[in-house]
């Protein structure tokens, strides 16, 4: 067997378990990150999910723990490698990908969050754990239970710190952060770099390698992104139209709204998919069962807001629809970076209708390019977006018998907002 992950510095036990996965090659935020943690040193990576990134923080993590192992017994509850991330189920992936490449290895994992009792975790952390990968809200409960120790922290990892920061943690990561012994190695890892980010690394990381996979707040290139002007009232009729039509077996669905989310999920079942939703409300064992059965390709659809769908990886997932666009655009990014992973081709559904035009601007304006915005025959849209290309240059619809309106000329043209049908295979 032989790796190009033994060339980064990584020992035998480790690259033999990535490869036992199928993984040799590393990816381009391996390749970067990997020597730089192993050489000790702050790491600040601006990768988005989907890059590999869990790996490259969670192989030399384990190469540099396992080293040291037979000298840094600490203690019951001491932890040694601390990873900060904003969800639950991104938590689950992380510790997921730690036994995976430490397999070979006799280190301990152990995950922390919340929504689930608190008694076992606390039973579990009688231990030391070398690996602890943590959601900050349910880490504090244990901070102040005195039921973790992290006096003896070596390396911290906050992985998706924009996320993080986004969904308020800033106070709970300071309050932890304060608690941390001033030595150790730190890693952030980012998909996009607003000011407080900035300001965060600054306090955190000192002297850091910087790494960087795609230009900040890009998309992968792997991701085929259309656009559908459809009417409001209409998508999920259109939705349900395009799964049938391209025979969508696993599409990951984005609504704005829990509650948009729930009656989504319940007229799509009604329209004869297996379909679920998971969201805030839902409790951990109802999203993590729905997760399970979407990736077992039992559920067709799954319906998600973007908290519940952080960081949610599914290999290869082939299809994501933003059924409303977010507020924030870099919500796109994260949402499309579920599909098209790790050199997959994926493609990115969004149905936007005219009142989110200012969404859209802001998604173009933050990927510096615009979209051409499709029309599907049979759901024309009865408002048209401010200024799109000329009728006379929009291709005709494929579809048999289908009826195109003949849309509103602008009065002024151009093509920044360019529509054109979609012509179905
Ligand atoms: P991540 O960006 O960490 O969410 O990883 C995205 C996906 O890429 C996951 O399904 C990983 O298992 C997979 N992956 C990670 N490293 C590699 C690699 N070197 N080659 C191929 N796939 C990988």
Redesign the pocket.
């Known amino acids: 067997m032989s790796s190009d992950f033994a060339s980064l510095g990584l020992s035998e036990p480790i690259w033999r378990a990535?490869a036992e996965r199928g993984?040799t090659?590393?990816?381009p935020i391996?390749a970067q990150a990997i020597p730089a943690v192993l050489s000790g040193v702050d790491l600040l990576a601006g990768a988005q999910?989907?890059?590999?990134?869990?790996?490259a923080f969670a192989m030399p993590i384990l190469h540099q723990l396992a080293a040291t192992a037979a000298t840094a017994f600490h203690g019951p509850s001491s932890v040694r490698a601390l990873i900060l991330v904003p969800t639950r189920e991104l938590a689950a992936q992380v510790e997921e990908?730690v036994q995976l490449y430490g397999k070979n290895l006799s280190l301990r994992s152990l995950i922390l969050i919340g929504g689930v009792k608190i008694n076992p975790q606390m039973q579990k952390l009688r231990r030391s754990v070398d690996v602890l990968v943590a959601t900050p809200g349910r880490l504090l409960d244990h901070i102040q239970q005195r039921s973790v120790d992290l006096s003896h922290v070596e390396i911290l990892v906050l992985d998706e710190a924009d996320r993080m920061l986004d969904m308020g943690f800033i106070r709970d990561i300071r309050r932890i952060l304060a608690i941390l012994p001033k030595k150790r190695q730190n890693l952030l890892f980012s998909a996009t770099f607003s000011p407080e980010i900035r300001t965060l690394a600054d306090g955190l990381l000192h002297n850091p390698v910087s790494v960087e996979v795609a230009s900040r707040n890009a998309t992968a290139d792997t991701v085929a992104q259309r656009f559908y002007a459809v009417d409001q009232e209409r998508k999920r009729e259109l939705l349900t139209h395009l799964i049938r039509e391209d025979q969508w077996h696993q599409v990951l669905v984005f609504t704005r709204t829990k509650h948009g989310a729930d009656r989504l999920a319940k007229h799509l079942s009604q329209d004869g998919m297996q379909a679920m939703a998971i969201h805030g409300n839902k409790s951990q064992g109802a999203r993590t069962r729905a997760l399970a059965e979407f990736k077992e390709g039992k559920v067709r659809v799954l319906v998600a807001t973007d908290i519940a769908a952080r960081g949610i990886?599914i290999?290869e997932l082939p299809h994501v629809v933003n059924f409303e666009l977010p507020h924030v655009p870099e919500d796109y990014v994260h949402r499309i970076g579920r599909t098209g992973?790790?050199g997959n081709n994926g493609q990115a559904v969004s149905l936007v209708s005219v009142d989110e035009r200012k969404q859209l601007a802001d998604v173009e304006k933050l990927l510096k390019r615009s979209f051409a915005k499709e029309i599907v025959a049979g759901f024309e849209p009865r408002q048209h977006f401010p200024s799109h290309q000329p009728a006379a240059q929009a291709r005709r619809p494929s579809t048999p018998g289908a009826q195109r309106r003949a849309p509103n000329r602008p009065a002024a043209g151009g093509n920044r907002f360019r529509e054109r049908p979609k012509t179905s295979a």
């Open positions: 990535a993984y090659t590393p990816t391996q999910t989907g890059t590999g990134k869990t790996a990908s990886d290999s992973r790790a």
